[in-house]
């Protein structure tokens, strides 16, 4: 399996690799978000849902309190943060699978919060702080369907 790494040296470098993401991404897609507080997950959504054609980047939050923000782009985009929670139970499961059957994009902030409800097919990135604005950023395919993404 393929990954890729990117070294980002600013906000605006994280933004282009994940504006570079969205070009290849299709209705269905579930990308996860994972790394400590304020590695730049948000920063990344906003790069993500800018690329995926929204017109401004920002109206891109984390929707740490209400769990769920819905943006609209060539596909719609729906970003789920699962910070708050301890599992993704009862409705919050529910919630977040008719967002991958959806047809659009789900972006999910501290997808190890849910382990058992991600699709088996997914993008995972990973944000690290690497110093100062610097960030490392990996993209990593899960299952056959991402894996044309980096052939």
Sequence with gaps: MKVFRKESRSAAETKKVARELAKKLSR?????LSGE???????????LVKGLG???????SSPTFVLIHEYRARLPVY????????????TD?????ECFDAN???????????????PRERLEVK???????????EIRPVG????????
């Design 104 to 118: 659009g994009v789900t972006l999910i902030e501290w997808p190890e919060r849910g382990k058992t409800v991600l």
């Design 37 to 47: 507080l304020g590695a730049g997950k948000t920063t990344f959504a906003k790069g």
């Design 79 to 90: 970003h789920l943060d699962w910070y708050r929670l301890e599992r993704v139970v009862g």
């Design 93 to 97: 499961r529910e919630l977040a699978e």
């Design 144 to 151: 056959k369907k991402y894996e044309r993404l980096w052939g």
């Design 127 to 137: 944000l690290s702080h690497r110093g100062g604005s610097r960030r490392k950023v």
């Design 54 to 60: 929204a017109r401004s980047e920002r109206d891109v």
């Design 28 to 32: 269905g897609d579930v990308v996860t």
